[in-house]
């Protein structure tokens, strides 16, 4: 599928959630909240024919990052409500989310090695 549409429909989709959430922050947050991302990219590689084995590769990398997904909004969410710069909370929580991901790959590491 051409790239230019997919780049705007996309972007028309994120720009509507900001304004929602601009006008209503709580609904905006949930609304952004949705795997947006996750099912507009599964949507355009089912779209541009990718097989399904493909598209569950996609799925179970999507699963294995939602743990650190989660600790980087976390540290952000925390670091603005104590009101550290804006800049600096992204700077955290993207630390925070390499560090996870990079302790998460050891871990599974250790278990891979321990049941091979």
Known sequence: MNFVVKTLVSALIIAIVTL??????????????????????????YVQGEPASNLGNFLFGVLYGLPGTIILILIVALSLKYSLPFLLAIILGVGGWMIFLKLQGFVFNQIHQLFS
Do not use: D, H, N, T
């Open 20 to 45: 929602i959430a601009k006008q209503y922050p709580k609904y905006g947050g949930i609304i952004a909240a949705l795997p947006l991302v996750s099912l507009l990219s599964l949507f355009w590689l």
